[in-house]
């Protein structure tokens, strides 16, 4: 979902000016196409968001053990999926724009830039590592609150020393 976040949001965005734009100066159906171009976009971008997700902690999770235990190998299947499944924003782009090539090449040339974050996070998304507790929702527990850096005298802060 935060793959598909950062479109949608620029997507979204854009097209919510240009609808508000026809609708002050243009037609009203030209205002209605620009908010169903927008809809179609950002619903797209957190489509394939989801799908790509989904696809690429999928493929992480089938792959073989000696591939995932590998934090190189790991991250070029994560790049690679995940770049594969971003080109789906491609297909997006270009039924919200009606083809426009600035955009359609604008969103291929971001297609690196999803691959490498999915590498680079490639052993949070498999669950090998808990770095990026973003990623999963959790905090890293402070040392007081984990026991660590208490000595065996101290006890816990209930006062219970099992």
Known sequence: MRIGLVPAVIFGSVWLVAAAMWLSTGTHQGGLAGLMRGITAVGGSMGVGVLLGAVTGGALTLSPEWLAARAPLRG?????????????????????????????????????VAGGVAAAHSGDILGRTQCHPWLWGTQHPRPDEAGVGRSYEQGSASGDDR
């Open 76 to 112: 070029l299947l994560a790049g690679a999926v995940a770049s594969t499944m971003f080109l789906g924003e491609t297909a997006v782009v270009a039924v919200a724009t009606d083809g426009g090539y600035g955009p359609m090449l604008l969103t291929l040339l971001s297609t690196p």
